[in-house]
Nanobody, 117 residues
Framework: QVQLVESGGGLVQPGGSLRLSCAAS????????MGWYRQAPAKQREWVAS???????HYADSVKGRFTISIDNAKNTVYLQMNSLKPEDTAAYYC???????????WGTGTLVTVSS
């Protein structure tokens, strides 16, 4: 399994931006589809965005046009650029690596994003 460590969370005002990073312990090139999920208090974890090994991106409707997922294979790092943040974006954000060979999922421990004035 890949070890994942998220960073970049924090407190931001509505309309602000944050960039989350997810550093992987090993190579994620070609073997994994990478994604970001989030979990707000008292809510279930939900999918936010994903990027395939071929670079195709997909987004939840709630973040489309505001969030951008990207990957730096040289650094084994996945990013989530979040713009025009809203209070409803407040959640713990988790990085996920889905191994395309064996179907296993790896998760980071999360980074907290709070959008508040």
């Amino acid at each position: 399994q890949v070890q994942l460590v998220e960073s970049g969370g924090g407190l931001v005002q509505p309309g602000g931006s944050l960039r989350l990073s997810c550093a992987a312990s090993g190579s994620i090139r070609g073997n994994n589809a990478m994604g970001w999920y989030r979990q707000a208090p008292a809510k279930q974890r939900e999918w936010v965005a994903s990027i395939t090994s071929g670079g195709m991106t997909h987004y939840a409707d709630s973040v489309k046009g505001r969030f951008t997922i990207s990957i730096d294979n040289a650094k084994n790092t996945v990013y989530l650029q979040m713009n025009s943040l809203k209070p409803e974006d407040t959640a713990a954000y988790y990085c996920n690596a889905h191994n395309l060979m064996d179907g296993m999922n790896s998760w980071g421990t999360g980074t907290l994003v709070t959008v508040s004035s």
